[in-house]
Protein backbone atom coordinates (compact mmCIF):
# COMPACT_ATOMS: atom_id res chain seq x y z
CA UNK A 1 0.00 0.00 0.00
CA UNK A 2 2.05 2.95 -1.35
CA UNK A 3 1.64 6.52 -0.08
CA UNK A 4 -0.84 8.71 -1.52
CA UNK A 5 -2.11 11.95 -1.03
CA UNK A 6 -5.28 13.15 -2.36
CA UNK A 7 -6.47 16.47 -2.58
CA UNK A 8 -10.32 17.14 -3.89
CA UNK A 9 -12.26 19.89 -4.62
CA UNK A 10 -15.92 19.26 -3.48
CA UNK A 11 -18.24 18.55 -6.01
CA UNK A 12 -22.31 18.70 -4.23
CA UNK A 13 -25.80 18.03 -5.87
CA UNK A 14 -29.73 19.76 -6.48
CA UNK A 15 -32.56 21.83 -6.92
CA UNK A 16 -32.36 24.55 -9.46
CA UNK A 17 -31.48 27.11 -6.89
CA UNK A 18 -32.22 31.21 -6.85
CA UNK A 19 -31.49 33.52 -3.92
CA UNK A 20 -31.94 36.68 -6.00
CA UNK A 21 -34.87 38.96 -6.42
CA UNK A 22 -36.25 38.77 -2.95
CA UNK A 23 -37.06 42.38 -2.24
CA UNK A 24 -37.16 43.06 1.95
CA UNK A 25 -40.11 44.88 3.21
CA UNK A 26 -38.84 48.12 4.99
CA UNK A 27 -42.40 48.64 6.26
CA UNK A 28 -43.55 47.73 9.70
CA UNK A 29 -45.35 44.87 9.91
CA UNK A 30 -48.85 45.08 11.08
CA UNK A 31 -49.32 44.80 14.63
CA UNK A 32 -50.11 41.26 15.23
CA UNK A 33 -48.14 38.37 17.09
CA UNK A 34 -49.08 35.70 14.51
CA UNK A 35 -47.48 34.40 11.69
CA UNK A 36 -48.74 35.72 8.43
CA UNK A 37 -48.80 34.46 4.65
CA UNK A 38 -50.27 36.77 2.13
CA UNK A 39 -50.50 36.48 -1.43
CA UNK A 40 -51.50 38.91 -3.93
CA UNK A 41 -50.25 41.73 -6.60
CA UNK A 42 -52.20 39.55 -9.50
CA UNK A 43 -55.61 38.39 -10.80
CA UNK A 44 -55.67 38.66 -14.71
CA UNK A 45 -52.79 37.60 -17.20
CA UNK A 46 -52.36 37.01 -20.75
CA UNK A 47 -50.50 34.32 -21.89
CA UNK A 48 -47.09 35.33 -23.09
CA UNK A 49 -47.44 38.11 -20.27
CA UNK A 50 -45.43 38.26 -17.02
CA UNK A 51 -46.47 39.62 -13.76
CA UNK A 52 -45.65 39.72 -10.17
CA UNK A 53 -46.71 37.72 -7.00
CA UNK A 54 -46.24 39.72 -4.23
CA UNK A 55 -45.64 36.91 -1.02
CA UNK A 56 -45.99 39.13 2.09
CA UNK A 57 -43.82 37.09 5.57
CA UNK A 58 -44.91 38.37 8.91
CA UNK A 59 -43.33 36.91 11.89
CA UNK A 60 -42.68 33.47 9.84
CA UNK A 61 -40.43 31.33 11.93
CA UNK A 62 -37.18 29.29 10.02
CA UNK A 63 -39.78 26.74 7.81
CA UNK A 64 -39.83 25.98 4.41
CA UNK A 65 -42.94 27.56 2.41
CA UNK A 66 -43.95 25.43 -0.89
CA UNK A 67 -46.13 27.55 -4.21
CA UNK A 68 -47.31 25.09 -6.12
CA UNK A 69 -47.75 26.41 -9.44
CA UNK A 70 -50.48 24.94 -12.15
CA UNK A 71 -49.64 24.13 -15.45
CA UNK A 72 -50.68 27.73 -16.82
CA UNK A 73 -47.90 29.58 -14.94
CA UNK A 74 -44.75 29.21 -14.39
CA UNK A 75 -41.75 30.70 -12.71
CA UNK A 76 -40.29 33.58 -14.28
CA UNK A 77 -36.45 32.52 -13.28
CA UNK A 78 -35.23 35.53 -16.01
CA UNK A 79 -37.11 38.39 -14.50
CA UNK A 80 -36.56 37.47 -11.17
CA UNK A 81 -33.00 36.90 -10.97
CA UNK A 82 -32.57 40.74 -13.04
CA UNK A 83 -34.22 41.78 -9.22
CA UNK A 84 -32.11 43.27 -6.47
CA UNK A 85 -30.60 40.57 -4.25
CA UNK A 86 -31.93 40.18 -0.34
CA UNK A 87 -30.00 39.63 2.23
CA UNK A 88 -29.46 35.13 1.67
CA UNK A 89 -28.48 34.42 5.36
CA UNK A 90 -32.37 35.03 5.69
CA UNK A 91 -34.30 33.64 2.70
CA UNK A 92 -33.27 31.31 -0.12
CA UNK A 93 -35.41 30.44 -3.03
CA UNK A 94 -35.55 27.59 -5.10
CA UNK A 95 -37.45 26.43 -8.16
CA UNK A 96 -38.35 22.45 -8.41
CA UNK A 97 -40.87 21.43 -11.08
CA UNK A 98 -43.83 22.45 -10.97
CA UNK A 99 -43.18 24.68 -7.65
CA UNK A 100 -41.13 27.21 -5.82
CA UNK A 101 -39.69 26.42 -2.31
CA UNK A 102 -38.78 29.72 -0.34
CA UNK A 103 -37.06 28.44 2.71
CA UNK A 104 -37.22 31.66 5.48
CA UNK A 105 -33.57 30.90 7.74
CA UNK A 106 -34.64 32.95 10.71
CA UNK A 107 -37.74 34.77 12.30
CA UNK A 108 -38.97 36.94 9.01
CA UNK A 109 -41.18 39.53 7.90
CA UNK A 110 -40.78 40.59 4.32
CA UNK A 111 -42.32 40.58 1.29
CA UNK A 112 -41.13 38.77 -2.07
CA UNK A 113 -41.73 39.49 -5.42
CA UNK A 114 -42.41 36.43 -7.49
CA UNK A 115 -42.73 37.14 -11.10
CA UNK A 116 -44.78 34.35 -12.67
CA UNK A 117 -45.33 34.15 -16.64
CA UNK A 118 -48.88 32.86 -18.18
CA UNK A 119 -47.90 30.00 -20.79
CA UNK A 120 -51.71 28.61 -20.85
CA UNK A 121 -55.54 30.52 -20.65
CA UNK A 122 -57.51 29.14 -17.69
CA UNK A 123 -58.70 29.84 -14.02
CA UNK A 124 -55.89 29.26 -11.27
CA UNK A 125 -55.43 29.24 -7.81
CA UNK A 126 -52.69 30.14 -6.00
CA UNK A 127 -51.68 29.21 -2.38
CA UNK A 128 -48.31 29.06 -0.61
CA UNK A 129 -48.22 25.89 2.88
CA UNK A 130 -45.79 25.25 5.28
CA UNK A 131 -46.08 22.18 7.61
CA UNK A 132 -48.03 24.88 9.76
CA UNK A 133 -49.18 27.57 8.06
CA UNK A 134 -50.92 28.50 4.65
CA UNK A 135 -51.91 31.53 2.87
CA UNK A 136 -54.83 33.20 1.25
CA UNK A 137 -56.01 31.30 -2.29
CA UNK A 138 -55.49 34.02 -4.71
CA UNK A 139 -57.35 33.78 -7.82
CA UNK A 140 -55.91 34.38 -11.23
CA UNK A 141 -57.58 34.39 -14.17
CA UNK A 142 -55.64 34.14 -17.58
CA UNK A 143 -56.84 34.80 -20.78
CA UNK A 144 -55.44 33.93 -24.55
CA UNK A 145 -53.47 36.70 -26.16
CA UNK A 146 -56.06 36.45 -29.08
CA UNK A 147 -59.54 36.22 -27.91
CA UNK A 148 -61.74 38.78 -29.71
CA UNK A 149 -63.89 40.82 -27.73
CA UNK A 150 -67.44 42.37 -29.74
CA UNK A 151 -68.63 45.58 -28.98
CA UNK A 152 -72.27 47.12 -30.36
CA UNK A 153 -71.54 49.98 -32.77
CA UNK A 154 -74.45 52.84 -32.74
CA UNK A 155 -74.97 53.55 -36.97
CA UNK A 156 -76.88 56.09 -38.25
CA UNK A 157 -78.06 56.71 -41.64
CA UNK A 158 -79.80 59.86 -42.98
CA UNK A 159 -82.94 59.25 -45.76
CA UNK A 160 -83.51 62.00 -48.80
CA UNK A 161 -85.85 64.01 -46.33
CA UNK A 162 -83.48 64.25 -43.95
CA UNK A 163 -85.03 61.66 -41.25
CA UNK A 164 -82.07 60.41 -38.81
CA UNK A 165 -82.35 56.61 -38.42
CA UNK A 166 -80.13 54.65 -35.68
CA UNK A 167 -79.23 51.15 -35.79
CA UNK A 168 -77.99 49.48 -32.37
CA UNK A 169 -77.44 46.13 -34.34
CA UNK A 170 -73.86 46.41 -36.28
CA UNK A 171 -71.15 44.02 -34.45
CA UNK A 172 -67.56 45.33 -34.41
CA UNK A 173 -65.09 42.45 -33.51
CA UNK A 174 -61.85 44.52 -31.20
CA UNK A 175 -58.68 42.45 -31.97
CA UNK A 176 -56.30 41.76 -29.07
CA UNK A 177 -52.73 42.22 -29.94
CA UNK A 178 -50.83 39.30 -31.49
CA UNK A 179 -49.98 36.66 -28.93
CA UNK A 180 -46.71 36.69 -27.72
CA UNK A 181 -44.98 33.21 -28.31
CA UNK A 182 -44.96 31.45 -24.92
CA UNK A 183 -41.65 30.75 -23.61
CA UNK A 184 -40.81 27.21 -22.85
CA UNK A 185 -40.68 25.81 -19.01
CA UNK A 186 -37.36 25.05 -17.93
CA UNK A 187 -36.34 23.23 -14.94
CA UNK A 188 -32.49 22.95 -13.84
CA UNK A 189 -31.15 20.95 -10.97
CA UNK A 190 -27.46 21.64 -10.25
CA UNK A 191 -25.52 18.49 -7.88
CA UNK A 192 -23.04 21.35 -6.44
CA UNK A 193 -26.13 23.63 -5.40
CA UNK A 194 -27.91 20.70 -3.25
CA UNK A 195 -28.14 21.35 0.26
CA UNK A 196 -29.59 23.59 3.08
CA UNK A 197 -29.09 26.65 2.52
CA UNK A 198 -26.31 28.80 0.48
CA UNK A 199 -24.13 25.88 -0.08
CA UNK A 200 -20.42 26.57 -0.55
CA UNK A 201 -18.02 24.59 -2.28
CA UNK A 202 -14.23 24.61 -2.09
CA UNK A 203 -11.91 25.40 -4.75
CA UNK A 204 -8.46 24.95 -5.33
CA UNK A 205 -7.78 25.34 -8.64
CA UNK A 206 -8.10 23.60 -12.29
CA UNK A 207 -11.26 22.12 -14.04
CA UNK A 208 -13.95 22.55 -11.82
CA UNK A 209 -16.36 19.94 -12.36
CA UNK A 210 -20.35 20.85 -12.37
CA UNK A 211 -23.47 18.05 -12.98
CA UNK A 212 -27.04 17.34 -12.40
CA UNK A 213 -30.40 17.39 -14.13
CA UNK A 214 -32.89 18.93 -16.95
CA UNK A 215 -35.86 19.22 -17.84
CA UNK A 216 -38.03 20.97 -20.82
CA UNK A 217 -41.65 21.07 -22.04
CA UNK A 218 -40.14 21.40 -24.85
CA UNK A 219 -37.74 19.31 -27.56
CA UNK A 220 -35.09 21.74 -28.63
CA UNK A 221 -31.56 22.35 -27.97
CA UNK A 222 -29.97 24.54 -24.16
CA UNK A 223 -26.81 26.38 -23.89
CA UNK A 224 -25.23 25.81 -20.76
CA UNK A 225 -23.60 28.69 -19.63
CA UNK A 226 -21.48 29.44 -16.31
CA UNK A 227 -21.44 32.82 -15.17
CA UNK A 228 -19.49 33.95 -11.89
CA UNK A 229 -19.58 36.78 -9.83
CA UNK A 230 -17.03 38.14 -6.94
CA UNK A 231 -19.19 38.15 -3.37
CA UNK A 232 -15.59 39.43 -1.30
CA UNK A 233 -11.73 38.85 -0.84
CA UNK A 234 -8.56 40.21 -3.07
CA UNK A 235 -9.20 37.89 -6.03
CA UNK A 236 -9.73 38.83 -9.59
CA UNK A 237 -12.45 39.85 -11.01
CA UNK A 238 -14.00 36.89 -13.36
CA UNK A 239 -15.07 37.99 -17.30
CA UNK A 240 -18.69 37.98 -17.39
CA UNK A 241 -19.85 34.42 -18.49
CA UNK A 242 -18.49 31.18 -20.17
CA UNK A 243 -20.34 28.99 -22.70
CA UNK A 244 -19.67 25.40 -20.83
CA UNK A 245 -21.70 23.77 -24.06
CA UNK A 246 -25.12 22.44 -25.07
CA UNK A 247 -27.90 19.69 -24.46
CA UNK A 248 -30.42 18.33 -27.38
CA UNK A 249 -33.33 18.31 -24.93
CA UNK A 250 -36.47 16.06 -25.70
CA UNK A 251 -40.20 17.37 -24.59
CA UNK A 252 -41.05 16.80 -21.18
CA UNK A 253 -38.01 13.73 -19.99
CA UNK A 254 -35.46 14.65 -17.44
CA UNK A 255 -31.90 14.44 -19.04
CA UNK A 256 -28.16 14.30 -16.88
CA UNK A 257 -25.87 16.54 -17.54
CA UNK A 258 -22.43 17.64 -17.16
CA UNK A 259 -19.99 19.63 -17.69
CA UNK A 260 -16.24 20.93 -17.24
CA UNK A 261 -16.09 24.65 -15.80
CA UNK A 262 -12.57 25.35 -17.58
CA UNK A 263 -9.70 26.44 -15.53
CA UNK A 264 -8.96 29.40 -17.87
CA UNK A 265 -12.42 30.93 -16.97
CA UNK A 266 -11.62 31.08 -13.13
CA UNK A 267 -9.61 33.18 -11.12
CA UNK A 268 -6.69 31.83 -10.37
CA UNK A 269 -5.54 30.42 -6.91
CA UNK A 270 -2.98 32.44 -5.68
CA UNK A 271 -1.73 33.86 -1.95
CA UNK A 272 -3.62 36.88 -2.76
CA UNK A 273 -6.76 35.56 -4.13
CA UNK A 274 -7.22 32.84 -1.19
CA UNK A 275 -9.89 33.15 1.11
CA UNK A 276 -12.05 34.58 -1.60
CA UNK A 277 -15.69 34.15 -2.00
CA UNK A 278 -17.20 33.85 -5.33
CA UNK A 279 -21.31 33.18 -6.49
CA UNK A 280 -21.17 30.76 -8.67
CA UNK A 281 -24.57 30.78 -11.32
CA UNK A 282 -25.25 27.67 -14.23
CA UNK A 283 -28.43 28.64 -16.53
CA UNK A 284 -29.38 26.67 -19.16
CA UNK A 285 -30.32 28.84 -21.59
CA UNK A 286 -33.52 28.77 -24.58
CA UNK A 287 -32.25 32.39 -24.39
CA UNK A 288 -31.12 35.16 -22.65
CA UNK A 289 -34.49 35.67 -20.97
CA UNK A 290 -35.64 32.11 -20.35
CA UNK A 291 -33.49 30.17 -18.52
CA UNK A 292 -33.19 27.35 -15.62
CA UNK A 293 -30.84 28.31 -13.21
CA UNK A 294 -29.43 26.81 -10.22
CA UNK A 295 -26.47 28.64 -7.01
CA UNK A 296 -24.00 27.87 -5.16
CA UNK A 297 -21.05 29.83 -3.91
CA UNK A 298 -16.70 28.66 -4.59
CA UNK A 299 -14.60 29.52 -1.21
CA UNK A 300 -11.08 29.83 -2.97
CA UNK A 301 -8.60 27.88 -0.60
CA UNK A 302 -5.31 27.88 0.39
CA UNK A 303 -3.59 24.41 1.74
CA UNK A 304 -4.34 20.79 1.01
CA UNK A 305 -6.38 18.03 2.13
CA UNK A 306 -4.70 14.99 1.89
CA UNK A 307 -3.26 11.32 3.68
CA UNK A 308 -0.35 9.64 4.06
CA UNK A 309 -0.39 5.92 4.50
CA UNK A 310 1.94 3.32 5.37
CA UNK A 311 3.61 0.96 2.50
CA UNK A 312 3.27 -2.18 4.75
CA UNK A 313 0.73 -3.78 7.40
CA UNK A 314 1.86 -7.00 8.97
CA UNK A 315 -0.77 -9.15 10.45
CA UNK A 316 1.81 -11.62 12.31
CA UNK A 317 3.83 -14.66 11.23
CA UNK A 318 3.83 -18.02 11.68
CA UNK A 319 -0.17 -18.32 12.27
CA UNK A 320 -1.72 -21.81 12.45
CA UNK A 321 -3.43 -23.11 9.26
CA UNK A 322 -5.70 -25.62 11.64
CA UNK A 323 -7.15 -23.26 13.26
CA UNK A 324 -11.40 -24.86 13.31
CA UNK A 325 -12.72 -21.21 14.63
CA UNK A 326 -12.49 -18.00 13.07
CA UNK A 327 -9.72 -15.56 14.32
CA UNK A 328 -8.87 -11.97 14.13
CA UNK A 329 -5.67 -11.33 13.62
CA UNK A 330 -5.04 -7.24 13.87
CA UNK A 331 -2.91 -5.22 11.46
CA UNK A 332 0.28 -3.51 12.59
CA UNK A 333 2.41 -0.73 11.04
CA UNK A 334 6.23 -1.96 10.44
CA UNK A 335 8.49 -0.31 12.79
CA UNK A 336 9.90 2.91 10.94
CA UNK A 337 6.87 2.99 8.11
CA UNK A 338 4.49 6.00 8.60
CA UNK A 339 1.51 5.97 9.76
CA UNK A 340 -2.33 6.70 8.41
CA UNK A 341 -2.65 10.53 8.97
CA UNK A 342 -5.50 12.71 7.75
CA UNK A 343 -3.14 16.14 6.89
CA UNK A 344 -5.03 19.45 6.45
CA UNK A 345 -3.35 22.35 5.92
CA UNK A 346 -6.16 24.46 4.14
CA UNK A 347 -7.06 27.94 4.85
CA UNK A 348 -10.54 29.14 4.24
CA UNK A 349 -12.37 32.74 4.21
CA UNK A 350 -13.11 34.09 7.46
CA UNK A 351 -17.12 34.18 6.48
CA UNK A 352 -17.02 29.78 6.22
CA UNK A 353 -17.27 27.15 8.17
CA UNK A 354 -14.09 24.06 7.51
CA UNK A 355 -15.75 21.43 5.37
CA UNK A 356 -14.75 18.06 7.30
CA UNK A 357 -13.72 14.83 5.70
CA UNK A 358 -14.59 11.55 5.68
CA UNK A 359 -11.68 8.78 5.20
CA UNK A 360 -13.10 4.84 3.77
CA UNK A 361 -11.08 2.19 2.94
CA UNK A 362 -11.78 -0.49 0.16
CA UNK A 363 -10.12 -3.72 -1.62
CA UNK A 364 -7.74 -3.76 -4.32
CA UNK A 365 -6.67 -6.85 -4.33
CA UNK A 366 -7.75 -9.86 -1.95
CA UNK A 367 -5.22 -12.03 0.11
CA UNK A 368 -3.49 -14.43 -2.33
CA UNK A 369 -0.51 -17.03 -1.83
CA UNK A 370 2.67 -16.13 -3.07
CA UNK A 371 3.32 -19.55 -4.11
CA UNK A 372 0.29 -20.78 -5.11
CA UNK A 373 -1.61 -18.16 -5.74
CA UNK A 374 -4.85 -19.41 -3.33
CA UNK A 375 -7.59 -16.82 -2.65
CA UNK A 376 -8.49 -16.64 0.71
CA UNK A 377 -12.16 -14.28 -0.37
CA UNK A 378 -13.42 -12.18 2.35
CA UNK A 379 -10.57 -12.25 4.47
CA UNK A 380 -9.77 -8.69 5.14
CA UNK A 381 -11.95 -6.41 6.83
CA UNK A 382 -11.78 -3.27 8.95
CA UNK A 383 -12.98 -2.78 12.26
CA UNK A 384 -14.92 0.39 12.98
CA UNK A 385 -15.87 0.99 16.49
CA UNK A 386 -16.31 -2.31 16.86
CA UNK A 387 -18.40 -2.76 13.69
CA UNK A 388 -16.75 -5.16 11.38
CA UNK A 389 -16.83 -4.41 7.95
CA UNK A 390 -16.12 -7.06 5.31
CA UNK A 391 -13.89 -4.97 2.66
CA UNK A 392 -15.12 -5.30 -1.17
CA UNK A 393 -14.64 -2.65 -3.99
CA UNK A 394 -17.74 -0.22 -2.08
CA UNK A 395 -15.85 2.01 0.27
CA UNK A 396 -15.99 0.89 4.02
CA UNK A 397 -16.10 3.79 6.49
CA UNK A 398 -13.03 4.32 8.91
CA UNK A 399 -12.88 7.76 10.42
CA UNK A 400 -14.67 11.01 9.90
CA UNK A 401 -14.73 14.79 10.83
CA UNK A 402 -17.54 16.87 10.61
CA UNK A 403 -15.91 20.64 11.16
CA UNK A 404 -11.86 20.89 10.17
CA UNK A 405 -9.78 22.71 12.90
CA UNK A 406 -7.08 24.83 10.44
CA UNK A 407 -3.97 23.36 10.48
CA UNK A 408 -5.33 20.08 12.42
CA UNK A 409 -3.36 16.38 11.07
CA UNK A 410 -5.44 13.70 12.58
CA UNK A 411 -3.63 9.95 13.05
CA UNK A 412 -6.02 7.50 12.55
CA UNK A 413 -4.02 4.75 12.96
CA UNK A 414 -3.01 5.83 16.49
CA UNK A 415 -6.20 4.84 17.40
CA UNK A 416 -5.73 1.27 16.28
CA UNK A 417 -7.15 -1.21 18.81
CA UNK A 418 -8.67 -4.28 19.41
CA UNK A 419 -12.21 -2.01 18.09
CA UNK A 420 -10.71 0.05 15.21
CA UNK A 421 -8.27 -1.06 12.43
CA UNK A 422 -7.56 -3.68 9.83
CA UNK A 423 -8.09 -6.91 10.30
CA UNK A 424 -7.14 -10.01 8.69
CA UNK A 425 -10.04 -12.87 9.33
CA UNK A 426 -9.31 -15.95 7.47
CA UNK A 427 -12.12 -19.01 6.90
CA UNK A 428 -10.95 -22.27 8.91
CA UNK A 429 -9.61 -24.37 6.83
CA UNK A 430 -8.98 -21.90 3.83
CA UNK A 431 -5.19 -20.84 4.69
CA UNK A 432 -2.29 -23.18 3.25
CA UNK A 433 1.28 -23.25 4.49
CA UNK A 434 2.45 -20.08 2.69
CA UNK A 435 3.15 -16.03 2.71
CA UNK A 436 -0.08 -14.21 2.51
CA UNK A 437 -0.82 -10.72 0.46
CA UNK A 438 -3.33 -8.35 -0.87
CA UNK A 439 -4.01 -4.26 -1.00
CA UNK A 440 -6.46 -1.76 -0.08
CA UNK A 441 -7.08 1.96 -0.86
CA UNK A 442 -7.44 4.60 1.57
CA UNK A 443 -9.87 7.17 0.02
CA UNK A 444 -10.08 10.79 1.56
CA UNK A 445 -12.52 12.98 0.57
CA UNK A 446 -14.08 16.41 2.09
CA UNK A 447 -17.51 16.27 3.34
CA UNK A 448 -19.69 19.76 3.56
CA UNK A 449 -20.96 20.55 7.28
CA UNK A 450 -24.46 21.98 5.61
CA UNK A 451 -24.97 18.67 4.09
Known sequence: MGKRMWRRSLSLLAVLSVFLGIVLSSARAAATTQSVITLSGIDQMQVGESKTLVMT???????????????????????????????????????????????????????????????????????????????????????????????VAEATTTSDDGTTTKQADATV????????????????????????????????GGDYQVSGTVWDNTSETLSFYAVMTKISGNGATPVKEQLLGTVKMSSNVTQNWQFAIPDSYLPDVTVQSAGSLYRM?????????????????????????????????????????????QLTYLGKIASGDQALTVVDTRTFPASSTLNGWQLTVSLAQQMTGNRTGTILTNSLHYLNDGTDYTLSSAASPVASLVTATPGKNTAVSANWNAQNGLAFEPTPGQPQAEQYGGSVIWNLQETPPNK
Open 57 to 151: LVKLPATTIKLTLPAGLKFDAASFEQQTAATQEQISVQEEQGSVLLTTHTVTTAKINLPLLAVKAGDYRLQAVTNTFQSNQQAIAVTAANETTTA
Open 173 to 204: PTVASPAVQAASSIALKVDQAAGSGIVTNNYY
Open 281 to 325: RIEARQSTTNFGSGNFQLAYIQGNLGITAPSTITFGNNLSVNETQ
